[in-house]
């Protein structure tokens, strides 16, 4: 070992304590001193250190269906933050209308052998199931932040929709609604389906004995995650004598809003509305946005810390972890207009 | 007669004067060889006249950074959205590099793509738009001949190619706007000193209230982009007396609406205001933001068409493409108060 460092040494022109500090990746060395130093291993057939390879193993996927819905930018924010701190690099992959898929994506990251891929809000699953086996076969580390559909077996992040729903009826309840209805995502989305069993668990337990069970559908529209959409779905909820609305995502909420003053209706004195989501400018909407705001550090740190795990050998039960949300009350929600 | 592949290695090694291994793996697209060394490798393979490995021809080189400043301002994710989905279509695979705070520096960033070996970077706002920020990063990039294209203005010597809303017509649309409603002391709630945008912007105003034989004045006020920096530098500009503010950004305008209404006022009846970007939910807001829309999707297929022609060889043109941008009018903009507005 002290006969390659002193050659290393005597190649690159250095003294041994340079070729020591280079090799220990130590600070306030010139770079062109350190490639020297580099150079001199190359050219006398001694491998690198691992960590000064700068190989590729550090990238790692992060898959978003798009970044218009501002949740997914603030998710990206901070699970980039928490990749890059442990030294891995970002590789951001959108969605796009034109036909640049999972499935396209996918391949990409394994073309390059990224070290992992954390899907937030889509999953695999929707690039069909030979993507999923390729991954697990590959032993590719995978971790879903709310992920649109069904995936047991993979470690899952996700925030607790049930709760944010239990949480919007009670604040509703609190203010005399009870004529409530939902605007969720299209049906087979997983976390508005978890929102609506929440609701209609609520609903059942209210019922009176007697009444219609699937009454509560009547109040319920399934629509795509576009303002627009909610919009035009929420027309169609008036129409059902709802008093509120409890929304799958905030462009959706704001469709709502948009919806009640297309028809002269006001925001909360008709309408009541709850968001889903939240972000830094629902403060400055009209009206400003009662909603449901997601703990997106907490679970952007525990994704990271997740992929880590896997990436260094020891994941844990690829088992999905519940975060709770919590109610943000601002200005779109206010008492039942008594009839 | 081909050299056998031995002959070859020998060959190769012996020009370049590093041993036998390393040349075995610059081959194997193995790490751990210095990029200096790499790069003397495949010249000396070509001047030799023999073909590159397949896997080194273009295959690995795909990756391509995109480097924002943040992605809180819905401006930002727009683009990256419009950048990386264009690259993605042409095959290429955007790193994404967003400062947060306390994480890694947009000069750490570069260092991180320059070793994964990128084809090139794409600036999304940045410190080239910052006089008083570093720059020796665009110069490592520019010594290295990896391809680069900036969005909208940026510092003079930097000699990257640029596509750019034009800032000019953007301050044009706003001051028409206002002045055409009455309105003659304006104020300008814009970035920070250095930003070079910013700077541009300011001119144009000025240049146009010059011309006005001084019926029209414009007191500026700089200001970090976020909300609240926003709401602060307008609340000094209404003390001014200013009726119209033109801000640097959405997120600028939002601040000084709510500036605005702490100082009892209403908008647009009491005071105008102007946005810049037009990003997502502008038309929710509180009032409906009358804002300058960036031609992003046309801004951000340019940048790439622009940036892949570099990385396809073309050479760099040191050149500035502007797109015009337009007016949006929504509900925070009216005439002024009292005042005689020309015809609308």
Known sequence: MATKLTEVAAFAGVSLATVRRVLNDQPFIAQETRERVLTALDVLGHE???????????????????????????FVETVSAGLVKQGLMPVLCTRTADGVSEANYIKLLMDHEVAGIIFIGSSYADAGPEHGRALEERGIPVVLINPADANDGVRRITVDDASAVDQSLEHLRSLGHSRVGMLLGPMGHIPSARKLGAFVAD??????????????????????????????????????????????????????????????????????????????????????????????????????????????GNAGPPEETLYEPELIVRASTGVVRSA | MTPTPARRLAEVAKKVGVSEATVSRVLNNRPGVAEATREAVLTALDVLGYERPTQLRGERARLIGLVLPELQNPIFPALAEVVGGALAQRGFTPVLCTRTAGGLSEADYVEMLLDQQVSGVVFCGGHYAEGDAPHEHYRRLRERGVPVVLFNAAVGHLGFPCVATDDEVASEQSYGHLVSMGHTRLGAVVGPQDHMPSQRRV???????????????????????????????????????????????????????????????????????????????????????????????????????????????????????????????????GPARGGTGAAR
């Open chain 1, 203 to 312: 609903w059942e337990r209210r019922a009176a004995p007697g009444s219609d069970p699937g009454a509560w559908r009547e109040s319920v529209a399934h629509t795509g995650f576009s303002m627009e959409d909610g919009r035009t779905a929420t027309t169609r909820l008036l129409g059902a004598g709802v008093t509120a609305l409890i929304c799958a995502s905030d462009a959706l909420a704001l469709g709502a809003v948009r919806a009640a003053y297309r028809r002269r209706l006001s925001v909360p004195g008709d309408l009541s509305v709850v968001g889903f989501d939240d972000s830094p400018y629902m403060i400055a909407t009209d009206p400003p946005l009662t909603t449901v705001r997601q703990p997106v550090r907490t679970m952007g740190a525990a994704a990271v810390d997740a992929l880590k795990a896997q990436i260094g």
């Open chain 1, 48 to 74: 690198r250190p691992s960590r000064l390879r700068g190989n590729r193993a550090g990238l790692v996927g992060l898959v978003v269906p798009d970044l218009q819905n501002p949740i997914f930018p603030a």
């Open chain 2, 203 to 333: 001119a144009s105003l000025l240049r146009q209230a010059s011309q006005s034989s001084g019926t029209v004045t414009v007191q500026i006020a700089h200001a970090q982009f976020s909300m609240e920096a926003g709401r602060a530098a307008a609340a000094r500009l209404l003390a001014q007396g200013v009726s119209g503010l033109v801000c640097g950004s959405d997120i600028l305008a939002l601040g000084a609406i709510r500036a605005v209404r702490r100082a009892g006022l209403d908008v647009p009846a009491d005071v105008s205001v102007i946005g810049y970007d037009d990003s997502a939910f502008m038309n929710c807001t509180d009032p409906p933001l009358t804002t300058v829309r960036q031609p992003i999707e046309a801004m951000g297929r340019a940048a790439v068409t622009m940036l892949l022609n570099q990385v396809e060889g073309a050479p760099a043109a040191d050149e500035e493409l502007l797109f015009e941008p337009e007016l949006v009018v929504r509900g925070s903009t």
